[in-house]
């Protein structure tokens, strides 16, 4: 079947501007998750949803960060004010409960 | 709390000899452990996972890994790599009540004719 899939999967904007990343998780899976992954790191948590509501946001980074999962499924990742430390690959990754994480390709954020 | 710690940054090993990555981890309880392969520009895959029960798993492509809860290991191992294998390799822990992985910071694997 389909796995996690992550639009766009790169996107270059300008220090200061709002971007918005979208993850399609695997269809019936009830768990989301966010995770960023700077050039050289493991992935880094964000946060994690179960159904709509955000379970745990304690990795975003500040404020400016925001996710939201309206109807359960997919999620969007919200950046506002870009700064050029926002660059990263962000992860976006879904699981059945509590089992294995299978993550999506990636988006590639650029901030210039 | 919870972290990874791979040793090897990186690894260059021929086409048809054996490899095997380091992990080492820190969790306060029973940890739950994975490894995932990266390929340049691609997403994580899951190469196997450990939950419970027999310490040595079995992976795809050929991978197995080993838990050792007295020395907090999770060893990778692959007795014959192929070119295909090269890639990023990160290990990961995380736990039955705990959903967030941390992951280590990766070892790369060279794979030389």
């Known amino acids: 079947g389909a796995g996690v899939s992550q639009t766009p999967s790169n996107k270059v904007t300008e220090k200061g501007k709002y971007v918005e990343l979208r993850c399609d998780p695997i269809s019936g899976h009830t768990a989301l998750y966010w995770y960023r992954q700077s050039l050289g790191q493991g992935p880094e948590f964000l946060i994690y949803?179960?159904?709509?509501?955000?379970?745990?946001d304690s990795g975003l980074p500040n404020d400016r960060f925001f996710a939201v999962r309206p109807e359960g499924s997919v999620s969007t990742l919200k950046i506002q004010r870009t700064e050029r430390g926002d660059s990263a690959v962000y992860l976006c990754a879904s699981s059945p409960g509590s089992l294995a994480q299978y993550f999506g390709p990636g988006t590639r954020l650029t901030v210039l | 709390a919870q972290s990874v710690t791979q040793p090897d940054i990186h690894i260059t090993v021929s086409e048809g000899a054996s490899l095997e990555l380091r992990c080492n981890y820190s969790y306060g309880a029973t940890p739950y452990l994975f490894w995932y392969v990266q390929s340049p520009g691609q997403g994580l895959q899951l190469l196997l996972k450990y939950f419970s029960g027999d310490t040595l798993v079995q992976g795809i492509k050929g991978f197995e890994a080993e838990f050792k809860r007295s020395q907090s290991s999770f060893n990778l191992r692959k007795p014959s790599v192929h070119w295909s294998d090269a890639a990023e390799y990160f290990c990961?822990?995380?736990?039955?009540?705990?959903?967030?992985?941390?992951f280590g910071a990766g070892t790369t694997v060279t794979v030389r004719a």
């Open positions: 949803f179960q159904g709509t509501g955000a379970a745990d």
């Open positions: 990961a822990v995380g736990g039955p009540n705990d959903y967030k992985l941390s």
